[in-house]
């Protein structure tokens, strides 16, 4: 590390100067020595605080907790048959209706087989640039709370929003042979997780199943360039959350202006 001052007033009094800390190098991990350093050992498993299988079998010094991402809430429409005029599906609140040509917003063509059906209501819910008029009404709008994909005549509709407030959205159909729905409402939505545990003080090798009693940081200022960060760390607004809700409220992370060696004074 490096702590090089420049008093006030030198080399002569009266000329403005200024005071400058820099601390360590690019794969350095400590910023600053405020607060002070702080390790606790705990036990870790690969369901723990500490994900290890995500980390792989060797985890370095430096090494963060792994931000969980969420998940979005879906569920899927099957397409038994092609469908029947007027046959409607409702899709978080807006109504879909299969009709053999189309005229009016929300209306959806039939298609020739299951897979075109299916094909046509993923194009209205999606509202597909280019689709308008020919697989779908004129005037239908992207449905604002999910998106739509087609396998083989089944429509997988996944919420917009991470985590669990997708579960609400609904789904119903009138059809009672030709289009089913898997569910009244889409599930399987959960919430990110950023509770980081601390930053690993040690090279840790576990193999995966296995439980051991791992050392952490729990205080200490760090650098995030020379942390090891997980890659659903993949931007710099996810770093920053990194310890929302954390047991180590004692924990900075501070990102250095330059990225090379450190400046002489």
Do not use: C
């Amino acid at each position: 590390m490096t702590d090089q001052t420049i008093k006030y007033g030198d080399p002569a009094p009266g000329i403005a100067d200024f005071e400058s800390e820099s601390w360590g190098g690019p794969k350095e991990i400590l910023f600053g020595d405020t607060p002070a350093i702080a390790s606790q050992t705990i036990m870790v498993t690969p369901a723990g605080k500490l994900d290890l299988d995500i980390f792989s079998v060797v985890t370095e010094l430096g090494a963060m907790a792994v931000f969980t991402p969420g998940v979005s809430a879906d569920e899927d429409i099957t397409f038994t048959g092609v469908g029947l005029a007027n046959e409607t599906i409702t899709v978080a609140g807006v109504v879909y209706k299969m009709v053999a040509a189309v005229n009016d917003p929300g209306d959806v063509l039939i298609g020739a087989n299951v897979t075109e059906s299916a094909e046509n209501l993923v194009a209205a819910i999606n509202a597909t640039p280019g689709d308008a008029g020919t697989k779908y009404g004129v005037g239908t709008l992207e449905n604002d709370f999910v998106s739509a994909a087609n396998a083989a005549g089944i429509v997988t509709v996944t919420a917009k929003v991470v985590g669990a407030a997708g579960n609400a959205i609904t789904l119903a159909t009138d059809s009672a042979t030709h289009i089913t729905v898997g569910a009244a409402n889409l599930s399987g939505g959960t919430a990110a997780t950023s509770n980081a545990y601390g930053v690993l003080a040690t090279e840790v090798h576990i193999p995966a199943g296995v439980s051991a009693m791992v050392p952490v940081y729990r205080a200490g200022h760090f650098d995030g360039g020379a942390l090891k960060w997980d890659s659903s760390f993949n931007s710099e607004a996810r770093q920053r959350v990194a310890f929302e809700g954390t047991k180590s409220p004692s924990i900075l992370v501070s990102h250095k202006k330059f990225s090379d060696d450190d400046l002489t004074v």
